[in-house]
């Protein structure tokens, strides 16, 4: 037993001798191809090379980009419309993406902090409104705009309040509790048509649901398919009139999808038929691994 046990000692010192001479070269191999990596990563990309026909669709991707030339704005006329019909009832504005329904909601902000009187302005990210949040700290001053979201609480005082629209959903229900009222006067529900959202819907539905008649509403969407429908529900909900400012048509800042491949081309996403560019599948990594393992499992 004792020679067994020996044995078994001498096997174990062995053993460790051999892994730690194996861990002594580990940091040199480490060191060497990380070296090497390193070697290989540092070096000038090519040159992109592409045929005629290809740099005739790049040409055609990247035409008009650019910065336009300053110019007085303008406001369009469903702008001009929703901030006249603001002054007495709700509006829902549906609009694309980049036709200006936030001046709409600055600029009666603006009016409304010349009264002395406050605003709530919701958004459903805390992406969005912490952008938000700095865009009317440097338009408004930011000792008069705050920011409530679940992790983030500043200047909770101020007179424009920029917020989740659950943070603002919950301020309403404290204020039911307390028989209280919430000090704003007025509301901006960004991006109203969460109010369609499977999980988060209630939110936007039990905000309208709470905000007294006296605070007027201001619902941006750019996706409201249903407008008349929603118009007609907040309506018998609020007991309010809701104006409808429909700014029909294509989005006037238009968009572009393009795919940069690893070799620095740029190819359009779509093609001049309006199909997807197959060029691209030219970088696609093939994999058969999958395929192989599964052949070998067959036999």
Known sequence: MARKGKD????????????????????????????????????????????????????????GIGTPEPQPFVPDDFQVEALEAIEKEDVLVTAPTGSGKTWIAREEIRRLLEDGKRAWYTTPLKALTNSKYMEFGEEFGEENVGILTGDRKENPDA?????????????????????????????????????????RGHVWEEAIILSPPRIRMLLLSATIGNAEEF?????????????????????????????????????????????????????????????????????
């Open 8 to 63: 078994k000692s001498r096997r174990k010192s062995k053993w460790k001798k051999a892994n730690k001479s194996k861990a002594n070269k580990r940091p040199h191999k480490d060191r060497k191809f990380k070296h090497n990596f390193a070697k290989e990563k540092n070096f000038e990309p090519k040159k992109a090379e592409y045929t005629f026909e290809q740099k005739r669709a790049l040409e055609k991707l990247l035409e």
């Open 231 to 299: 118009a007609r529900w907040i309506e018998e909900t609020r007991g309010t009139k809701v104006r409808i400012i429909n700014r029909a048509g294509q989005r006037p800042v238009e968009l572009r999808a393009a795919f940069l491949a690893p070799n620095t081309q740029l190819f359009p996403l779509i093609n001049e038929n309006g199909k997807y560019n197959r060029q691209i599948n030219q970088f696609a990594k093939k994999d058969n691994s999958r395929n192989r393992n599964y052949r070998g499992r067959r036999r």
């Open 159 to 199: 007179p424009l309040i920029v917020g989740t629209t659950e943070i603002y959903r919950n301020q309403l229900f404290d204020a039911l509790r307390h028989g209280e009222q919430v000090n704003t006067d007025f509301v901006i529900l960004d991006e109203a048509h969460y109010l369609s959202d499977e999980y």
